[in-house]
């Protein structure tokens, strides 16, 4: 009966979607060009909840794994201890780690009056260098690195290897100096693996800003209190031993005693080019926590307690300045949240305000190209409502994304929802359409699984919200690849990764009929389906299985 009430609802979701103007493609709008874009020299930024923590378990990172992206340039992580990618482990105490697992949340600055910090950087952590702070009997105070089970999982995908032995990479160190500048810790040396390679000077050695006219690449300035900045400079990164990528940060004397604060907020390594310029590439970051909703986006609106994560629009040019390495290279903000109990208007509202925010940093911080990808996520559990009510939220959501989407030239949405049939992978009731589609056979990178008999339908976490596992997380971010690869190669009708021969001789030989080879979807196969052949002629978005047999033709 949920099964025929859930087919039910998805055809007349499907009905309502192509009255409104989507018929051509129901599980998206708008993608026409992400396919391209992401293959190519561009900035990926994750923007949610937790769905989008990093982890390879969560959807965005795992795209990592399984897209098919030629070279992954650069990444930007946050500093938490613990990650899928890259992590900040202390070795002094004591240290605060400023995140919504913490008693005291988002409270920075803890030996003063409390301040909250909002901006959702997960795992800034702090520590405060009074009689009882313990250095532990070393200078060594943070270790940045890649995470052992996040340079494995990464391996095995379709890229590889983050960094190789002999590669070039930069590291720009991130910090949010105190609010009262005079608290800061004025320097810190930095090492490469056990190799010297600068002393930082935090309180009037910070990198120009941008948004504020200066000249990001040239000199220094001082550090803007209660804001994340960088330090002025970008240090080599070249000691991949074991291919860990680990950068120590050491107390040049003793720090015991001062009185001052210092907060570690995140890192980029980025690889560079013979010349020192970074590498073209994807360059993938995030904005993103544990716990968050669609309110604390574009509110503009800074946290007022220990657990309230709104941020406000100068709080994220900061960050959004500190960590551009190119205000040419195009951005694409992958919003990615869990969908809430909102009706339609406030759902599109809160979407628009998200996107308006973003977008009025970038314009202040000089982004040229700018680009938003909203997704809406696999049906998940939300245990006050019956499962039509689920449905009919998710839909509202969907709905509102896509409007957003054919409204503003910028804006594309997707949806593993729709991909997925309204499915809630959850058990064996979700096996039938795993083996429908071939997910017995899954295929990335040196990876071929069995899904269905890896997970007996069940790819939910014990609260059947996210992703189980990382070969969940593949799962489902391969869904929204393929939604990707599909709105933008239509003209790939033989589905390999290329537009070539093969494509064109499918067209002519059902010319004049339908269904295959209409790839302009107008009822007939004919001239202007040779045009999209034509116009989109050469590599495409390369195609795994399952998605290269026929349960994706």
């Not at 795992?62 to 992954?72: D, K, M, S």
């Not at 290329?498 to 339908?514: E, F, T």
Request: aromatic share 10%; net charge negative; hydrophobic share 40%.
């Amino acid at each position: 009966m949920l099964y025929m009430l859930r087919q039910f609802l998805l055809s007349v979701s499907v009905a309502i979607l192509c009255m409104r103007g989507y018929a051509d493609s129901p599980t998206a709008v708008g993608l026409e060009n992400m396919a391209k874009t992401l293959r190519g020299d561009v900035r990926l930024i994750a923007m949610g909840d937790s769905y989008c923590a990093p982890y390879f378990a969560r959807v965005p990172l795992a795209g990592l794994r399984v897209w098919p992206i030629e070279n992954i340039s650069a990444i930007c992580s946050g500093a938490p201890m613990s990650s899928h990618m890259f992590i900040c482990s202390a070795q002094c105490n004591p240290v605060a780690l400023i995140q919504s697992t913490d008693k005291f949340g988002y409270t920075v600055e803890r030996s003063s009056p409390a301040t909250y910090f909002t901006l959702p950087l997960r795992g800034l952590q702090e520590i405060y260098t009074s009689k009882t702070f313990d250095d532990e009997g070393s200078d060594q105070l943070f270790e940045f690195g890649m995470n052992s089970s996040g340079f494995n999982l990464l391996s095995n995908g379709v890229h590889g290897r983050f960094a190789e032995l002999g590669d070039d990479l930069a590291f720009r160190f991130l910090y949010r100096c105190p609010t009262d500048r005079a608290f800061q810790v004025e320097q810190i040396k930095l090492l490469d693996y056990g190799e010297e390679v600068g002393i930082m000077q935090l309180q009037d050695g910070a990198r120009p800003l941008w948004h504020l006219g200066e000249d990001a690449t040239a000199g220094s300035r001082l550090a803007v209190p209660a804001h994340i900045n960088a330090a002025a400079g970008d240090y080599p990164a070249r000691n991949n031993i074991d291919g860990y990528l680990k950068m120590r940060l050491e107390q040049i004397e003793s720090l015991v005693g001062s009185n001052q604060y210092f907060e570690p907020a995140g890192c980029v390594y980025y690889h560079r080019d013979a010349g020192g310029n970074r590498e073209e590439g994807l360059y993938y970051g995030h904005v993103a926590d544990d716990s968050w909703s669609y309110s604390g986006f574009g509110c503009n609106t800074e946290g007022i307690d220990t657990h309230d994560k709104r941020y406000s629009l100068e709080q994220f040019t900061h960050w959004l300045d500190v960590t551009t390495l190119d205000r040419n290279q195009p951005t694409v903000f992958l919003w990615y949240l869990a969908p809430e109990n909102l009706d339609y208007d406030d759902a599109k509202e809160n979407m628009t305000s998200m996107i308006d925010q973003a977008d009025s940093a970038a314009t202040l911080v000089g982004l040229q190209t700018v680009h938003h990808l909203i997704v809406i996520s696999h049906l998940f559990d939300m245990p006050q409502f019956n499962s039509k009510e689920e449905l009919q939220l998710v839909t509202h959501q969907q709905n509102a994304a896509y409007d957003l989407a054919s409204l503003r030239p910028n804006v594309a949405a997707a949806s593993i929802f729709e991909a997925t049939n309204h499915v809630m992978f959850t058990g064996t009731t979700a096996i039938p359409w795993l083996v429908e589609h071939g997910f017995d056979t899954f295929e990335f990178g040196t990876n071929s699984i069995d899904l269905v008999e890896l997970s007996n339908g069940d790819l939910l976490d014990t609260l059947n919200i996210h992703p189980k596992n990382p070969e969940a997380g593949a799962f489902f971010s391969a869904i929204l690849g393929d939604i990707i690869r599909e709105a933008g190669c239509p003209a790939d009708v033989i589905p390999n990764g290329k537009i070539d021969v093969q494509d064109l001789l499918l067209v002519i030989g059902n010319w004049g009929g339908q269904g295959e080879g209409d790839i302009n979807e107008d009822g007939n196969v004919g001239i202007l389906d040779i045009l999209h052949v034509i116009d989109g002629w050469g590599e495409c978005w390369p195609v795994q299985a399952p998605f290269n047999t026929s349960y994706f033709k």
